[in-house]
């Protein structure tokens, strides 16, 4: 009975150490981009403005379609997207990564993956579950892989007819 307890302890530390993404490939390419995504969702998470900007292409051609608006720029994205939307809203952010399929081509690629959003709302400590899908459009700029496009949105809602 207690060696039971241990190993559920041990395979639940185990699933929340592991890494977000959890396919692997020989491309090099494809694994800086895995890498991205992985520190995207980090980012998100951690509402960390620093880390975001390393990882986004910081110009004003970058956007980010969300459910909330459309942001042009990396200015705007920092602003309304990181700062306003997860640092002010929200105490507590975890953003999962599922599925991602990646494609490269050339100095661009693209990728495309669900998620699951768990987070706590400051205004009155309200949990917050939400599941969606993201498109990620990325370049190589000087030699790294850079976000230049998001779009995301929450999942379809069921059918109920024909």
Same mark, same amino acid.
Not at 42 to 62: F, G, I, M, N
């Given at each position: 009975?207690?060696?039971t %307890?241990?190993?559920v302890l041990?395979? $639940?530390?185990?699933?929340v150490a592991?890494?977000?993404i959890?396919?692997?490939t $020989?491309d090099?390419d494809?694994?800086a981009?895995? &890498?991205?995504?992985? @520190?995207?969702a980090r980012?998100?998470?951690?509402? @960390?403005?620093?880390?975001a900007e390393?990882? /986004?292409?910081?110009? @004003?051609s970058?956007t980010?379609i969300?459910p909330? *608006?459309?942001?042009?720029? /990396? +200015? $705007?994205?920092?602003?309304n997207?990181y700062? @306003?939307?997860?640092g002010a809203?929200?105490?507590? %952010?975890d953003l999962?990564?599922?599925r991602?399929?990646?494609?490269v081509s050339?100095?661009s *690629? /693209?990728?495309?993956?669900?998620w699951t959003f768990?987070?706590t709302l400051k205004?009155n *400590?309200?949990?917050v579950?939400t599941r969606g899908r993201?498109?990620?459009?990325?370049? &190589?700029?000087?030699g790294q /892989? &850079?976000i230049?496009h998001?779009?995301?949105s929450?999942?379809p809602?069921a %059918?109920?007819? +024909?």
């Amino acid at each position: 009975m207690k060696f039971t %307890r241990i190993f559920v302890l041990f395979a $639940a530390i185990v699933s929340v150490a592991a890494p977000v993404i959890s396919q692997t490939t $020989a491309d090099p390419d494809t694994q800086a981009i895995e &890498r991205l995504i992985s @520190d995207y969702a980090r980012s998100v998470s951690l509402a @960390d403005t620093t880390l975001a900007e390393r990882l /986004w292409q910081t110009t @004003d051609s970058v956007t980010f379609i969300h459910p909330l *608006g459309h942001e042009r720029g /990396w +200015p $705007a994205i920092k602003k309304n997207v990181y700062e @306003d939307l997860m640092g002010a809203l929200f105490s507590v %952010r975890d953003l999962k990564i599922e599925r991602p399929s990646i494609h490269v081509s050339g100095n661009s *690629g /693209w990728s495309e993956f669900y998620w699951t959003f768990n987070a706590t709302l400051k205004e009155n *400590g309200s949990p917050v579950v939400t599941r969606g899908r993201e498109t990620q459009i990325y370049q &190589r700029e000087n030699g790294q /892989w &850079r976000i230049v496009h998001v779009h995301y949105s929450a999942m379809p809602e069921a %059918r109920t007819g +024909p």
